[in-house]
C-alpha cells in the first residue's frame, strides 16, 4: 500500500497523476499536456501531437528533435510529458544527445544502440536523482548498502534526502507500485535540500550531458524510500535479497564507474566527487 498520495509525484505537484478520464476521447492525452503547454507559455517546448503508430526509437528522436513529440492515449506518455513540461532542458539533451550520437554512427551494443544511447535510454525511462546533505547517504547508495540508506535514522530520511524521479516509464509503473521497482540513479550531495525549481532544471541538465554508460547508474529500489510504501515499515522488509541486493565485485579490468557528483547551487557548478570501477 502507497503512504501518503503519490509521494514521488512531488516534482510535478499531486494532480499529476494520470487518470483514466484523459483518455475519454482519442488525442486526450496530447491535448491535455499541449494546452498546459500553452498556460505556461513554454512555446520553445516541441507539441505534443496524437498518435497511434508504433515508433522505433530513433525514428521518435528524430520526430521529437523537428518540434513535436508523438504522443498515445496511455499513462506512460501522460509521463513523459509531464517531465518535459517540468525539465525540459535534460529532456531537449537526452533527445539531442541522441540524435547526435547517431550521426557519429558510434559502435553499437546487441540491441542496436551505442553504450551512451543505452544510457540516456536508461535514464528517460527509469532515473532518479538520490539527492541529499550527507556523504553517509551517498555512499551507501554507490555500496548498495540498504540498512545505512534506508533503515539507520530512517525517521529523519526527509531531512537528509529526497529521491527525485525523472524517468517517465517509472513514473508509470509507479501508479501500480510494488517493492520490485528500481530506478537507475546517481547521487547529488547538496549543501540543502530546498533547492529552488530552476535550479533543479539545470541540476538534471548537468548530471545527463555527464552520464556516458549504462555502468554509471547506481540501482535504487525505490519501494525502499521510507514514506513511500507501507510495508517498508515491516520487520525484515530491507531482507529481500530479491530485492536488496548485495553490490556485485567489480572486475579489475572495467573502465566503467558509478558517478556521484556535488552540486553548488551559487554557482550551477557540478563536480564529480566519486567514482568506482565497475563491471560491465
Same mark, same amino acid.
Given at each position: 500500500?502507497?503512504?501518503?498520495?503519490?509521494?514521488?509525484?512531488?516534482?510535478?505537484?499531486?494532480?499529476?497523476?494520470?487518470?483514466?478520464?484523459?483518455?475519454?476521447?482519442?488525442?486526450?492525452?496530447?491535448?491535455?499536456?499541449?494546452?498546459?503547454?500553452?498556460?505556461?507559455?513554454?512555446?520553445?517546448?516541441?507539441?505534443?501531437?496524437?498518435?497511434?503508430?508504433?515508433?522505433?526509437?530513433?525514428?521518435?528522436?528524430?520526430?521529437?528533435?523537428?518540434?513535436?513529440?508523438?504522443?498515445?492515449?496511455?499513462?506512460?506518455?501522460?509521463?513523459?510529458?509531464?517531465?518535459?513540461?517540468?525539465?525540459?532542458?535534460?529532456?531537449?539533451?537526452?533527445?539531442?544527445?541522441?540524435?547526435?550520437?547517431?550521426?557519429?554512427?558510434?559502435?553499437?551494443?546487441?540491441?542496436?544502440?551505442?553504450?551512451?544511447?543505452?544510457?540516456?535510454?536508461?535514464?528517460?525511462?527509469?532515473?532518479?536523482?538520490?539527492?541529499?546533505?550527507?556523504?553517509?547517504?551517498?555512499?551507501?547508495?554507490?555500496?548498495?548498502?540498504?540498512?545505512?540508506?534506508?533503515? %539507520?535514522? *530512517?525517521?529523519?530520511?526527509?531531512?537528509?534526502?529526497?529521491? &527525485?524521479?525523472? #524517468?517517465?516509464?517509472?513514473?508509470? !509503473? =509507479?501508479?501500480?507500485?510494488?517493492?520490485?521497482?528500481?530506478?537507475?540513479?546517481?547521487?547529488?550531495?547538496?549543501?540543502?535540500?530546498?533547492?529552488?525549481?530552476?535550479?533543479?532544471?539545470?541540476?538534471?541538465?548537468?548530471?545527463?550531458?555527464?552520464?556516458?554508460?549504462?555502468?554509471?547508474?547506481?540501482?535504487?529500489?525505490?519501494?525502499?524510500?521510507?514514506?513511500?510504501?507501507?510495508?517498508?515499515?515491516?520487520?525484515?522488509?530491507?531482507?529481500?535479497?530479491?530485492?536488496?541486493?548485495?553490490?556485485?565485485?567489480?572486475?579489475?579490468?572495467?573502465? %566503467?564507474? *558509478?558517478?556521484?557528483?556535488?552540486?553548488?547551487?551559487?554557482? &550551477?557548478?557540478? #563536480?564529480?566527487?566519486?567514482?568506482? !570501477? =565497475?563491471?560491465?
Amino acid at each position: 500500500m502507497v503512504t501518503g498520495s503519490s509521494p514521488w509525484l512531488w516534482p510535478y505537484g499531486q494532480a499529476a497523476a494520470f487518470q483514466a478520464n484523459r483518455c475519454s476521447t482519442e488525442g486526450s492525452v496530447a491535448h491535455h499536456l499541449d494546452a498546459q503547454r500553452e498556460k505556461a507559455g513554454s512555446h520553445l517546448l516541441p507539441r505534443f501531437i496524437a498518435s497511434r503508430e508504433v515508433m522505433g526509437a530513433l525514428e521518435y528522436e528524430r520526430c521529437v528533435h523537428t518540434g513535436q513529440i508523438p504522443t498515445r492515449d496511455l499513462g506512460h506518455d501522460w509521463y513523459n510529458g509531464l517531465v518535459w513540461l517540468r525539465f525540459a532542458q535534460a529532456k531537449h539533451c537526452i533527445n539531442r544527445s541522441h540524435i547526435e550520437d547517431s550521426d557519429r554512427q558510434s559502435e553499437l551494443t546487441s540491441n542496436g544502440r551505442s553504450r551512451l544511447r543505452d544510457a540516456l535510454t536508461l535514464f528517460d525511462e527509469n532515473g532518479a536523482l538520490l539527492l541529499t546533505t550527507e556523504t553517509s547517504i551517498r555512499d551507501a547508495l554507490l555500496d548498495q548498502d540498504w540498512q545505512t540508506l534506508f533503515v %539507520h535514522g *530512517r525517521q529523519h530520511w526527509n531531512g537528509r534526502a529526497r529521491l &527525485l524521479v525523472f #524517468g517517465h516509464g517509472l513514473l508509470d !509503473s =509507479l501508479h501500480k507500485p510494488h517493492r520490485g521497482l528500481c530506478a537507475k540513479a546517481i547521487p547529488v550531495l547538496l549543501p540543502a535540500l530546498d533547492v529552488p525549481d530552476e535550479t533543479l532544471s539545470v541540476l538534471l541538465e548537468v548530471v545527463v550531458m555527464a552520464v556516458q554508460d549504462p555502468a554509471n547508474f547506481s540501482p535504487i529500489p525505490v519501494m525502499g524510500v521510507p514514506g513511500w510504501f507501507e510495508e517498508s515499515n515491516q520487520p525484515g522488509y530491507y531482507e529481500d535479497r530479491s530485492v536488496y541486493r548485495a553490490k556485485a565485485t567489480p572486475r579489475r579490468s572495467s573502465s %566503467h564507474e *558509478r558517478l556521484a557528483f556535488a552540486f553548488d547551487p551559487s554557482t &550551477l557548478a557540478l #563536480g564529480k566527487c566519486v567514482g568506482q !570501477s =565497475l563491471p560491465d
